[in-house]
Nanobody, 127 residues
Framework: QVQLVESGGGLVQAGDSLRLSCAAS????????VSWFRQAPGKGREFVAG????????YYADSVKGRFTISRDNAKSPVYLQMNSLKPEDTAVYYC????????????????????WGQGTQVTVSS
């Protein structure tokens, strides 16, 4: 079994930065494509950013492009989401999702494409 654990959330002011981490335990011999999703109060869960298994391909939602950066050191390392210039509308619970043994360079934005999910970490941005 695989567990994904997010960390790094918190309460910040508009314009500040945060870095979220997503670490996998369990079947760590497997490689993962990883994406971040978020869910704001009263809204559906939405795709934020994704990175393929090698780290060579990334994709971002238009709402975060230029402000957020997703990264990883290698196929089995934690995945990070660096969030800069945060806005109140970035307030949400952020989830990481893993897709096992997926070796394409494309990033899937559909929640149903992912095999494992973390428990979420709260990010609150005050104005």
């Amino acid at each position: 079994q695989v567990q994904l654990v997010e960390s790094g959330g918190g309460l910040v002011q508009a314009g500040d930065s945060l870095r979220l981490s997503c670490a996998a335990s369990g079947r760590t011999f497997s490689t993962y494509a990883v994406s971040w999703f978020r869910q704001a109060p009263g809204k559906g869960r939405e795709f934020v950013a994704g990175i393929n298994w090698s780290g060579g391909s990334t994709y971002y939602a238009d709402s975060v492009k230029g402000r957020f950066t997703i990264s990883r050191d290698n196929a089995k390392s934690p995945v990070y989401l660096q969030m800069n210039s945060l806005k109140p509308e970035d307030t949400a619970v952020y989830y990481c999702a893993g897709r096992l043994n997926y070796y394409s360079s494309s990033i899937d934005q559909a929640q149903t494409a992912y095999d494992y999910w973390g428990q979420g970490t709260q990010v609150t941005v005050s104005s």
